[in-house]
């Protein structure tokens, strides 16, 4: 019997909610009156989300995704744990952690009464990641995937020391065109500008892109919103628990050289990830909890 057959015994929900495997990973496929949306164990990584009101998706997945054991997925809602970008002292390491690489445990799958699904995922300790991360944590993702989509990704410090994490829910969101779109909300925040040698700057105004973008906004809980000209919507990013937001596109060049963003499939794609990062990492006590919660909403305009 396949995972994903052990996982329709215990979770399927008629049409609304299945299991199916792809290239031996376990993907959850949602399909309600709300919204459609899929979900790889692997990485607890929301791949897809088009609220049904929405003709466009809102959550961006490359045509060149490839889901394959061990191997991240372009596009969708990584989660990145426990550090972000690349690790502080050894650059051998994956960048953005290795949570977004490894099986997930499904603990609960449900349709809710208002039609949203509930989706609760944790990635216990284990040996293959106690060698990249030497401590006794366990982290856990929750999602609502409705009208609205709400994630919420906890670490439980279950050791006997403080830990320091970085993280980042590193969401691709689908746009238009990017240059149509500009994000709102972060104006006047101080950030690390990461394609001028990480200098440190303040924003001025709304962002709008016309080139590589890559930047890290510093002590900030604002909510931001994307505008997006092109398909005529907005895209609303409410946050908790999360000091950084990032903001990246990464353009022509950089895309092509990533090589999986398909033929100008950068072009329909912005990150706006809610983060804790560089300066803004946590710290957690023995026995103590911290979340990172988001809520992504939109409107047509
Ligand atoms: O969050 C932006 C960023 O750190 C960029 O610098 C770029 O590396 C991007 O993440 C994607 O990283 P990935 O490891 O998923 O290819």
Redesign the pocket.
């Known amino acids: 019997m396949t995972t994903a057959d052990t996982l329709n015994q215990r979770f399927s929900s008629g049409r609304q909610l299945g299991f199916r495997e792809v290239n031996g990973l376990a993907v959850a496929e949602i399909d309600t009156p709300l919204a459609s949306a899929s979900l790889c164990l692997q990485g607890a990584h929301l791949m897809t989300w088009r609220p049904q009101a929405q003709a466009e998706p809102v959550v961006w997945l490359s045509k060149l995704a490839k889901l394959a054991p061990g191997k ?1 997925i ?1 596009g969708g809602v ?1 989660v990145c744990w426990p550090w972000f ?1 690349p690790h502080a002292t050894d650059a051998k390491l994956p ?2 952690g290795f949570a977004r690489t490894v099986p997930w445990e499904l603990s609960e799958a449900r349709v809710l009464g208002d039609g949203a699904v509930e989706l609760a995922l944790t990635l216990p300790g284990s040996e293959p990641t106690r060698a990249l991360w030497p401590h006794r944590t366990r982290a856990e993702l929750r999602l609502t995937i409705g009208a609205t989509l709400t994630a919420a990704l906890t670490t439980v410090n279950e050791d006997d020391h403080p830990i320091v994490i970085g993280e ?1 829910l ?1 969401t691709y969101f689908h746009i238009g065109d990017i240059g149509a779109a500009r994000v709102r909300g972060l104006e006047d925040c101080a950030y690390l500008d ?1 394609v001028d040698g990480g200098a440190r700057k303040r924003q001025d105004g709304a962002i709008t892109f016309a080139g590589e973008t ?1 930047r890290i906004y510093l002590d900030t809980d604002a909510e931001c919103i994307i505008d997006d000209e092109r398909l005529r919507r907005r895209i609303r990013v409410a946050k908790t628990g999360s000091r950084s937001t ?1 903001v ?1 596109t ?1 353009w022509t060049e950089k895309a092509d050289k ?1 090589g999986d963003f398909g033929p100008d499939g950068w072009r329909g794609m912005l ?1 706006v ?1 809610s983060a804790n990062a560089a300066e803004n990492t946590v710290t957690i006590a023995p026995g103590e909890r911290h979340t990172l919660a988001v809520e992504y909403r939109v409107e047509n305009f």
Do not use: L
């Open positions: 991240s372009r990584p970008g960048a953005h980042a590193h990461k890559d990032v990246w990464p990533m990150c990830e």
